[in-house]
């Protein structure tokens, strides 16, 4: 080699390295990808730079299963490539100076091979040439011209190849991808990988196909410089570009969220304005017996101030139910029992202040999973209003009785009367006429007298607008007084009776209820009466006692059943009406007064009849602890 | 002597017609309720029937009934506690509606005025 040979050499390096260097510089100005690409290609394929005829760039995909066609660059036919070197050596413009031309900016989408090759996709499936040059990182050499035979013999007669590239030339078609033979449609090929540190980017091809020159080693030596810092920037690029998507994803996601939480926000105030403004009390309590909510009406009626509540211990309060009940400690069962409790009519006292309203209470479990309750949940509603108004539609009721009563009264005390007056006329008669007066008669008035008195005093009862007085009743007592009182005027009837659920069981289960002794005693007892004298000479009546327990209400039931079957279908509706009689004695309000008891007490009282079972009564109550 | 039926569930009642009726010259039997009225009908075949209307068993608007339908004749009195009775189309088949009273000489009047009549 001559000494010119040698400077020649030396300065086709130095422009190289310079090429390099420019590329470099360009590409580390920008973030845009495409732009990088472009840079690259162009640097690859141009004239002044490394002259290639063209170039394809493919970005691996994220999972790493396919390489996509991203760009490329290079004349489409022989008679363009002419063209397209023609024009660029006239301006015999240096690359850094085409890279920052108005031409290069404004050709930037316009090449024609990106049109066939953009989005292109190659499957590294198959394990073939592309992804084995990936896994090693090494460029190869394709020369599908030779025959195997030709290429050993040729490759021995030439220099011997560095030690790196031993392994890099491929002339077996097999080798190589179809979708990649297709698209270069030209036997010779470099294909060198684009990695960056251990991460796989892509690969790039270049080819002579146009002016048919040779790739040389120097060749491959200066394309894996350019694809050290290609792949680099590649891959930051790809990096930063994933960040801003995840950035503007992320601030999509802000304004969602701002959005939702206005949206809960909103819900939450309207959910606790309920709360707020319903004419209920309403406090919740947790596992601590700590109030978490109490609501405004509640500290209204309670005449503390909301602060003094929430957040305290609700044993700190004195609240007190009639009859001593002491609310804190009903509370803490019903934490325990998980079983709800509820308190009908009942006045309450709040720190020692009464007042004259009358409340429903109710105490229930709060329930946020089905096993384990958070703590419970105090409801009390004032229902002084609907009490008022229940009295005044029950007077009005009485009121509409009596009318129907005194048509009736009238009735019933004709008879006596015509006895009375009958007897009377008669005994002034036979006195006139002196004869002799049967004493008998005399009798059968004052039997009738008896009868009006009775009436007159069974009318004063039942319109009678006295207040019960009520109190805690020993319902096992009341009972048993009841039995005795069955038992000795069945006797005197001859009447069988029997007693289900007796004494033993009375003394055990100890009932007590709210009430009036005289008045639930009176009831029972004209209900026995009822069956004992509407009973032929000999026949069964029988008394049943039960009670009943059942999602923490307490009820006793009582039933009194006899032979006798009311004759008549409407009798079993009319039976509670006044002076509705199917007995040869009694007023016919015995049963009227004994429904408006059992009412009074917040029970039910009903009757069946049947040919089968006879006439029964059922009486139901409820009970207190 | 003329034989009366008295038909009526009130015991005092009854036994003050009886005792009324037998004091002007007749012969009185008496029923409780509306069946045992048609049996001793049947049975004693009586001058004049009286009927009282609220009665177990077979009241005494079905009594009327049934005795009219054999015996077109005989004279049969209605009395009851209740006047309104008389807007009742089947107390027509009597020959007599009196409203219980205790005074019981228009009772008395009208069964004397309705044998006379039977006689004539």
Not at chain 1, 72 to 87: C, D, K, L, V
Request: with cysteine; hydrophobic share 40%; aromatic share 8%.
């Amino acid at each position: 080699m001559d000494k010119e040979d040698i400077i020649k050499n030396y300065e086709d390096i130095l422009r190289k390295y310079n090429i390099l260097n420019q590329i470099s510089k360009t590409v580390a100005s920008t973030l845009d990808l495409n732009r990088i690409l472009h840079i690259i290609l162009t640097g690859v394929t141009f004239g002044n730079g490394f002259g290639f005829n063209r170039a394809f760039l493919f970005l691996i995909d994220h999972n790493e299963k396919n390489l996509i066609g991203k760009m490329a660059i290079g004349p489409a036919t022989e008679e363009e490539a002419w063209q397209i070197w023609g024009s660029i050596q006239q301006k015999n413009s240096s690359l850094e100076e085409f890279l920052n031309s108005e031409d290069f900016i404004k050709n930037l989408e316009s090449e024609i091979l990106n049109e066939r090759f953009r989005n292109i996709k190659i499957s590294l499936e198959n394990q073939k040439i592309l992804l084995q040059c990936l896994n090693d990182g090494l460029p190869r050499r394709v020369d599908l011209t030779l025959k195997n035979n030709q290429f050993q013999s040729q490759f021995q007669s030439q220099p011997k190849p560095a030690a790196q590239f031993q392994n890099d030339f491929i002339s077996d078609s097999a080798q190589i991808e179809d979708e990649l033979l297709n698209l270069i449609d030209y036997p010779k090929f470099c294909i060198i990988p684009l990695i960056s540190r251990t991460k796989k980017v892509g690969i790039m091809i270049v080819d002579n196909k146009f002016n048919k020159r040779e790739i040389t080693k120097d060749d491959i030596n200066y394309l894996l410089m350019l694809s050290q810092f290609a792949a680099s920037s590649i891959r930051n690029t790809v990096i930063y570009n994933d960040l801003k998507d995840s950035l503007s994803a992320l601030s999509q996601l802000n304004v969602k969220l701002t959005d939702l939480n206005t949206k809960l926000s909103y819900l939450k105030e309207y959910n606790e304005k309920i709360i707020e403004s319903i004419p209920i009390s309403i406090i919740v309590i947790d596992n601590n017996f700590e109030v978490t909510l109490c609501n405004e009406n509640c500290s209204g009626i309670m005449k503390v101030d909301k602060s003094r509540i929430i957040g305290k211990k609700i044993d700190t309060h004195k609240i007190y139910l009639d009859g001593g009940i002491d609310l804190v400690s009903e509370i803490k069962r019903v934490m325990n029992d998980k079983k709800q409790k509820v308190f009908y009519k009942v006045a309450i006292s709040f720190e020692d202040h009464a007042s004259d309203d009358i409340f429903d209470v109710v105490i229930a479990p709060l329930k946020i999973t089905e096993e384990n309750p958070e703590g419970v949940v105090l409801v009390i509603e004032n229902i002084t209003e609907t009490v008022k108004l229940q009295k005044a539609i029950n007077d009005l009721k009485r009121f509409s009785e009596l009318g129907q009563l005194s048509a009736t009264v009238a009735h019933e005390i004709r008879n006596p009367l015509i006895v009375i007056g009958g007897y009377a006329n008669r005994i002034k008669k036979r006195l006139n006429e002196g004869k002799k007066i049967d004493s008998r008669n005399l009798d059968l008035i004052i039997n009738e007298i008896r009868r009006l008195e009775k009436i007159v005093y069974d009318i004063l009862d039942y319109a009678a607008d006295k207040e019960i007085e009520f109190a805690r009743v020993d319902l096992s007592l009341l009972l048993s007084e009841c039995i005795d009182f069955a038992e000795i005027s069945s006797e005197r009837n001859n009447i069988s009776i029997t007693i289900e659920c007796g004494m033993e069981f009375i003394e055990q289960e100890k009932m007590y209820m709210y009430g009036s002794y005289d008045k639930l005693k009176q009831a029972f007892i004209n209900v026995l009466n009822n069956a004992i004298e509407a009973s032929h000479t000999n026949d069964l009546v029988k008394f049943y006692i039960n009670r009943v327990k059942d999602e923490g209400e307490d009820w006793v039931y009582l039933k009194v059943n006899n032979k006798a079957v009311l004759a008549n279908k409407d009798d079993i509706y009319n039976i509670f009406l006044p002076f509705y009689t199917t007995k040869l004695k009694g007023t016919g309000l015995g049963l009227t007064i004994t429904k408006r008891i059992i009412e009074q007490h917040s029970g039910i009282i009903e009757a069946e009849s049947s040919q089968e079972h006879g006439t029964t009564f059922i009486i139901k109550l409820p009970l207190i602890n | 002597m003329k034989k009366i039926l008295v038909v009526e569930d009130e015991m005092p009642i009854r036994n003050l017609y009886k005792e009324e009726l037998a004091d002007e010259g007749y012969e009185v039997i008496t029923a409780p309720d509306g069946v045992a009225g048609y049996e001793m009908f049947k049975k004693e075949k009586p001058d004049l029937i009286t009927i009282d209307l609220k009665m177990p068993n077979m009241n005494g608007l079905e009594l009327l009934d049934k005795i009219r339908r054999e015996d077109k004749v005989i004279p049969i009195i209605i009395y009851s506690a209740y006047g309104e009775f008389t807007q009742n189309f089947s107390t027509w088949a009597a020959d007599e509606y009196l409203v219980k009273s205790s005074d019981l000489s228009e009772f008395k009047n009208k069964v004397k005025e309705l044998l006379v009549k039977k006689a004539s």
